[in-house]
């Protein structure tokens, strides 16, 4: 059974870059699909960060693409985020996911993990 | 982007009763690429619908997709005390991927 599990720091300052590694096991992520994130806010819901295939196409939000970097290590079966230059509406509950039909297709979730940008 | 507006906001039924949904898109979703998701508290959003009617593996009868191009239903037949939660519907046809606002089902 496939089970995506996010880690990461839960306290990133502002204008440090936050780094989030999603952790997959029960699928091997070289075989296909899609591999996403997706963070949710109070204040602005849910929202698409972007997805890297499993040949390392990536595909970002227009509104993050300038501090956005995703890559994967199929070795360790893993993705990682990065989002750059970070303020206090990054604060959200970031997920990662695996989607099969599309770059922005999420059919599957991780649990998440909250991440608050502070000094 | 396509924006997704979804209606109502609230949606205040009892158990037995039937819940409709609607999701409206700003402009065509490709290839009927909308999903709809279910969200409890605390919880990560839990995949029902893709392709606008299909339902995922293990998601019970209950729950029905429908709509086409920029209207979208979700339909629950009979409310049980399990599906009072929060709905999201997304389109996955163009990036970036989108998201309505949520409709929240609770208890009347």
């Known amino acids: 059974q496939t089970h995506l599990q996010e880690s990461g720091p839960g306290l990133v300052k502002p204008s440090e870059t936050l780094s989030l590694t999603c952790t997959v096991s029960?699928?091997?992520?070289?075989?296909?699909?899609?591999w996403g994130w997706i963070r949710q806010s109070p204040g602005k819901g849910l929202e698409w960060i972007g997805s890297?295939?499993?040949?390392?196409?990536?595909y970002y939000n227009p509104s993050l693409k300038s501090r956005v970097t995703m890559s994967l290590d199929t070795s360790r079966n893993q993705f990682f985020l990065n989002l750059r230059s970070v303020t206090a509406a990054d604060t959200a509950v970031y997920y990662c996911?695996?989607?099969?039909?599309?770059?922005?297709?999420?059919?599957?979730w991780g649990q998440g993990t909250l991440v608050t940008v502070s000094s | 982007e396509i924006v997704l507006t979804q209606s109502p906001g609230t949606l205040s039924l009892s158990p037995g009763e039937r819940a409709t949904l609607s999701c409206r898109a700003s402009?065509?979703?490709?290839?009927?690429?909308l999903a709809w998701f279910q969200q409890k508290p605390g919880q990560a959003p839990r995949h029902l619908i893709y392709?606008?009617?299909s339902r995922d593996a293990g998601i019970p009868d209950r729950f029905s997709g429908s709509g086409s191009g920029t209207d979208f239903t979700l339909t629950i037949s009979s409310l049980e005390p399990e599906d009072f939660a929060v709905y999201y519907c997304?389109?996955?046809?163009?990036?970036?991927?989108?998201f309505g606002q949520g409709t929240k089902v609770e208890f009347k």
């Open positions: 996911a695996r989607g099969a039909s599309s770059p922005a297709a999420a059919g599957f």
């Open positions: 029960g699928y091997s992520i070289n075989s296909g699909h899609f």
């Open positions: 890297i295939s499993h040949i390392g196409n990536t």
């Open positions: 402009q065509s979703v490709a290839r009927n690429y």
């Open positions: 392709e606008a009617s």
């Open positions: 997304q389109q996955y046809g163009t990036t970036p991927g989108t």
